[in-house]
């Protein structure tokens, strides 16, 4: 490709809202133009790149025993409704109508769909195991786009589905997927990407892991240990908790406590640690209605609206993915004020005692259960109730693990101190056992002819948002640094030719002519522009291997190459460059395999 006939242009600066490296490099470098809030452009380099990535993902979902097909963005509600998700899913998804009047929805992920063609096309175990994979672009109205490409709205995902006879089935694809992903990861040159167990959400199911990208720019936190190597996302890590004290539980007592709204200034006022403390949470969700004595499934009833009032120990936080689960929420935001206010509870002062049960749900943390004589609110502003202990004073609804891990809290495997990090998900594998193709009568034969539901697992990448983790990890001041597996253009091929220099640009086309006849991947500058520029643009785009056709070059003896990341250069004789350059090429790409990781599936 020849620069005088690009589309696009690189910037000498990025908007000043550009919150992260990523994000100003792709698009200084002519990559990306952000259209929307999280909604991009990509220009030829980008797309180059993006088409790189989704070469290595087909590769590896083909060595898999993958099948690659295509399905569409526009569903029918219909499906979303059997499964329960048109439901459960919030203003995340897109909804619309036809002009029939049909209820739509843009995908988001294609669990419906697939389980749809299994009903329509798998009739007997001799068809399965099987796995079928595509690579799409896909609408999520995300509330809070951030960061370029790592925070968007509409992305392009690898969403692939294992379909199996059984458990056994389902775990043998699941850990194929694993391997798998660390080696596209690897091969796109991410080297500090970690498996860690997370919350299966609103895929539903029962294990699932998340592929997170070490990065302090990560919204994500991941819980570490050191000791033993237990990693999950902070929505799902567990922790080892004290032992509650052993006392015998003391009577009631309200106390005055004039502007302690908060744990930190009631243990204050009180001369008390805030673990002696009872912190209460509101939320306002949307659970599953008791089912309907005919026998109707709780996912074709309307949801309950609710009151949570989710209680942990003062010194912890609640963890929102956590009570969600433990109480199957389709739906969970804070609570307004009002809303608190109508149960009979009163912000900054509140508890269980003496609400309306009959529009709360309370929700404990498995400490508070068990920890005697804490101070909890009384429920009038300015008081509060001394040695409160549940069961006596207050009978909880569920008890659960609520509270999210601290960071250096003991490992619940070895007793290590956990740390906190920052990534950011690149990835994720679900098992979803028989969730969607139950709901969906997507069933086989067996032997006897009696049938049982396909065993499904769901396994995405974000292609986009995997750019946008390399570009993190290979840049420098001066522009990108892109390894060879990725970068739209293996070589940068720059001629510096006065306006008279005929000759050199010449000897420059003749080269660009010739390297693109061995298969060579070039981006040759031949634009009317100064050194300096042109220098400048190939810092930015940052292909691997800079090839640089000069008067001072030939003096020197002929082409100068110079590699990206290391700086490093050499001079090749200009009648040798069409077969030195493919020669330093095939050494950045084994340089580039070695870094292949291919870890085998730890198991649950």
Request: net charge negative; proline share 6%; glycine share 10%.
């Amino acid at each position: 490709m020849r620069m005088s006939r690009h589309f696009g242009e690189t910037l000498r600066a990025a908007p000043a809202d550009v919150e992260v490296a990523s994000h100003r490099l792709l698009l200084r470098a002519g990559y990306v133009r952000q259209l929307a809030a999280g909604i991009f452009s990509y220009l030829p380099l980008g797309l180059r790149a993006l088409r790189k990535l989704e070469g290595i993902i087909r590769e590896e979902m083909d060595a898999i025993g993958g099948q690659e097909i295509g399905m569409p963005v526009v569903q029918p509600a219909e499906l979303w409704q059997e499964t329960g998700r048109w439901y459960s899913i919030g203003e995340e998804m897109v909804r619309l109508r036809d002009r029939a009047g049909r209820d739509l929805v843009l995908g988001m992920t294609h669990e419906e769909v697939v389980g749809d063609l299994v009903r329509r096309d798998v009739h007997s175990y001799r068809q399965l195991p099987m796995l079928v994979y595509q690579i799409q672009t896909k609408f999520r109205d995300e509330p809070r786009p951030r960061a370029g490409l790592i925070r968007v709205r509409e992305f392009t995902m690898k969403d692939s589905y294992s379909l199996d006879l059984d458990e056994a089935g389902l775990e043998r694809q699941y850990g194929a997927h694993y391997t798998a992903y660390f080696r596209i990861f690897s091969r796109a040159g991410l080297g500090e990407v970690s498996a860690v167990c997370s919350d299966p959400g609103m895929m539903g199911g029962r294990l699932a892991h998340e592929f997170m990208y070490l990065s302090p720019v990560g919204e994500d936190v991941l819980v570490r240990c050191d000791g033993c190597g237990y990693a999950a996302n902070l929505q799902v890590a567990r922790f080892r908790k004290p032992a509650p004290p052993a006392e015998p539980p003391r009577p009631l007592a309200k106390v005055a406590t004039p502007g302690a709204a908060t744990i930190r200034d009631l243990a204050a006022l009180l001369g008390i640690a805030e673990s002696r403390t009872a912190k209460v949470v509101f939320f306002s969700a949307a659970v599953p209605s008791p089912a309907a004595a005919g026998g109707l499934d709780e996912q074709e009833l309307p949801p309950r609206e609710v009151l949570v009032v989710a209680l942990v120990r003062g010194d912890h936080e609640v963890n929102e993915a956590k009570l969600a689960g433990a109480i199957r929420a389709r739906r969970l935001q804070p609570a307004t004020a009002d809303e608190i206010r109508a149960a009979g509870a009163e912000p900054g002062y509140a508890s269980p005692i003496g609400i309306d049960r009959e529009r709360a749900l309370v929700v404990l943390d498995d400490l508070v259960a068990a920890s005697p004589n804490l101070v909890s609110g009384a429920n009038e502003e300015g008081f509060h109730y001394l040695d409160v202990n549940a069961g006596r004073d207050y009978e909880p609804d569920v008890v659960a693990d609520l509270a999210s891990a601290p960071d250096g809290a003991p490992c619940g495997h070895c007793g290590a101190a956990l740390r906190h990090v920052r990534g950011i998900e690149v990835g994720n594998i679900f098992q979803l056992g028989t969730r969607y193709t139950a709901a969906l009568g997507a069933t086989y034969l067996d032997a006897e002819g009696a049938a049982h539901p396909v065993v499904m697992g769901s396994y995405g990448i974000g292609v986009g948002r995997l750019l946008a983790c390399v570009a993190e990890a290979h840049h420098d001041e001066r522009g990108l640094t892109l390894p060879i597996t990725v970068a739209p253009f293996e070589l940068h091929l720059v001629c510096l030719s006065k306006r008279e220099g005929a000759g050199l640009r010449a000897q420059a086309d003749g080269l660009y002519d010739a390297l693109c006849a061995a298969g060579v991947e070039v981006l040759y500058d031949d634009r009317d522009l100064s050194a300096g520029v042109k220098f400048t643009d190939a810092d930015l785009i940052g292909a691997p291997l800079r090839a640089t056709v000069s008067e001072r070059s030939l003096r020197g003896g002929g082409v100068e190459l110079k590699r990206r990341e290391s700086g490093e250069t050499r001079i090749v004789p200009l009648e040798t460059a069409v077969a030195g350059v493919p020669e330093a090429l095939a050494g950045l790409r084994a340089e580039a395999q070695a870094r292949v990781v291919s870890p085998g599936y730890p198991g649950r």
